[in-house]
Nanobody, 115 residues
Framework: QVRLVESGGGLVQPGGSLNLSCAASGSFFSLYNMGWHRQAPGKQRDLVAAIASDGTTTYVDSVKGRFTISRDNAKKTVYLRMTSLTPDDTAVYYC?????????WGQGTQVTVSS
């Protein structure tokens, strides 16, 4: 069982930056693939970025060059560094841990980009 707790969301102006964190509890964190997803009002939840257990990263095209996903296995934490934020990045951001048939989600953290 893995429990995920996101933090770091908030209100930021366009062009600004935010750092999201997702702290995990449970064993074998390093074996899990980790992802950040987001869901805007009235839209489906979509993958934003992922980092595999071997450190390989994947990004959706709309955030490439602006967002950076990373992980610290010793701290059981995954991060999402977001820069050059636009109003289109406004959403609830969810952390996800997945491996084989296991799939865990955090409760989400709100990111609002507005002037």
């Amino acid at each position: 069982q893995v429990r995920l707790v996101e933090s770091g969301g908030g209100l930021v102006q366009p062009g600004g930056s935010l750092n999201l964190s997702c702290a995990a509890s449970g064993s074998f964190f390093s074996l899990y693939n980790m992802g950040w997803h987001r869901q805007a009002p009235g839209k489906q939840r979509d993958l934003v970025a992922a980092i595999a257990s071997d450190g390989t990263t994947t990004y959706v095209d709309s955030v490439k060059g602006r967002f950076t996903i990373s992980r610290d296995n010793a701290k059981k934490t995954v991060y999402l560094r977001m820069t050059s934020l636009t109003p289109d990045d406004t959403a609830v951001y969810y952390c996800n841990a997945f491996r084989r048939r296991e799939d865990y989600w955090g409760q989400g953290t709100q990111v609002t980009v507005s002037s």
